[in-house]
């Protein structure tokens, strides 16, 4: 699967963002992923799960995110959107969208075996 985000921008704190990610299978099937989730990374630091989706649509969120940001996805196209609200400036980094085999989701970064490119957020005060 071949992932690709978007939406990234620069935000004014308690601003909003919509982070998407288009997925498209080499073999132009439509078989269901397992799970897809996003994380978040800053220079220096680790891939830090922030939700994801499962695939029978379990829902996990970091702590630091609940009540703010809202994952959805799309079957029909792979597609993972990532609604963040009330941003601040400790939301910043680069986030990336993954996708892996196992049907429950969790923010494990070793769980996901395909991310994208990622896609540049920025916070300011």
């Known amino acids: 699967v071949h992932l690709v985000e978007s939406g990234g921008d620069s935000v004014q704190a308690g601003g909003s963002l919509r982070l998407s990610c288009l997925g498209s299978n080499y073999r132009g099937s439509r078989e269901k992923l397992g799970s897809m989730a996003w994380f978040r990374q800053t220079p220096g630091h680790e891939r830090e799960g922030i939700a994801c989706?499962?695939?029978?649509?379990?829902?996990r969120y970091a702590e630091s995110v609940k009540g703010r940001f809202t994952v959805t996805k799309e079957d029909v196209d792979h597609s993972l959107f990532l609604q963040m609200n009330s941003l601040s400036p400790k939301h910043a980094g680069m986030y990336y969208c993954?996708?892996?085999?196992?049907?429950?989701?969790?923010?494990?970064?070793?769980?996901?075996?395909?991310w994208g490119q990622g896609t540049q957020v920025t916070v300011s005060k």
């Open positions: 989706v499962g695939h029978y649509d379990n829902i």
């Open positions: 993954e996708a892996g085999p196992y049907r429950n989701c969790d923010l494990t970064s070793s769980s996901y075996t395909t």
